[in-house]
């Protein structure tokens, strides 16, 4: 096994971009180019490759302020092994994942989620909305478009909206870096969650009532591989939304009928707010509200795409 490493900031960064890449030289330079093109500079950028043979090598020695390893991975999970590796060696205090087919929409991105994670100690994560790009290069498909006009609750108003909707975050979120230390899944490569570990990271951090930030920009893009349209991908995919799915279902039982307590966290795990068994009704009529105004909300996004497509 051979490894290649680069490393270049001196000092603490605030910040760690993490991202991962397995011979995707197609999409490498454009998604490097977006993260430096930020207008926030007190970033390290991390990148583990998974031994490519394609030229992604080359490009990342173009780029000699990003701290790269490659080395070919020795797992059947080669994700969720290659996230953990990135996560261990980043140094700031907030990270954000970015997959290498991904990009930075939004070029004060990290400028405002750092202002919001600095500025307020209890916000434990910040997000914005994501886009989907085609491989031609078409921009279309704002995730939750509608939030631009009607913003989702925020703070401890979001968890009911969470149990509602089911609502998650990837690579559209800024997180505090020891919540990642404490709640990222790595020790179940195997399970649903191993597969798309992302999806187990949201589920932890809202069961723990940590507290999140909705910022009203389009945060990132992805691109739509036809390789990730696969019938495995989709079967994993469809796995992993199930299990997603049945474990809220599952907690929301617990929780209104009083079997669990809830308690909000700050960004530094101590609690902040316990859920007493005289807050469960608001909690009822706010899941409620919530689930009807995401059945009219789906309905008209459909319309809309209709109309637009």
């Known amino acids: 096994m051979s490894a290649k490493t680069q490393k270049t900031l001196e000092g603490k960064p605030k910040l760690s971009v993490i991202s991962f890449c397995l011979n995707s030289g197609s999409f490498l330079r454009e998604t490097i180019e977006s993260v430096l093109n930020q207008t926030y500079k007190n970033f390290e950028f991390i990148i583990k490759d ?166 009203p920009i389009i945060s990132s893009y992805g691109y739509i591989q036809k390789n990730n349209l696969s019938e495995k991908n989709s079967n994993l995919i469809d796995l992993v939304m199930k299990r997603y799915a049945c474990d809220i279902k599952t907690y929301k039982k617990n929780f209104l009928s009083g079997k669990i307590i809830h308690c909000f966290r700050d960004g530094n795990s101590n609690v902040i707010h316990e859920v007493g068994k005289n807050e469960l009704w608001h909690y009822r009529k706010k899941i409620l509200s919530y689930r009807l105004k995401a059945k009219v909300r789906r309905e008209l996004q459909k319309l809309m795409d209709h109309i637009r497509y």
């Open 50 to 215: 998974g031994g490519s043979t394609d030229g992604t090598i080359e490009i990342l020695k173009d780029y000699p302020q990003i701290r790269w390893v490659s080395e070919k991975e020795v797992t059947d999970n080669p994700v969720h092994e290659a996230l953990c590796q990135a996560f261990d060696m980043a140094r700031g205090d907030y990270i954000i994942y970015l997959a290498i087919s991904d990009g930075i929409s939004d070029p004060n991105w990290f400028k405002k989620a750092v202002e919001v994670l600095d500025s307020d100690t209890e916000v434990s994560w910040v997000w914005g909305v994501s886009q989907a790009k085609s491989e031609s290069g078409h921009l279309w498909g704002i995730a939750w478009q509608d939030f631009f006009q009607n913003q989702p609750p925020q703070k401890m108003e979001w968890f009911p909206f969470w149990l509602a909707t089911g609502y998650g975050h990837e690579t559209n979120a800024c997180f505090r870096k020891n919540l990642v230390d404490a709640l990222f899944p790595k020790n179940t490569p195997h399970e649903p969650y191993g597969f798309f570990p992302t999806m187990g990271f949201n589920y932890n951090l809202n069961v723990m009532g940590y507290i999140p930030y909705f910022l």
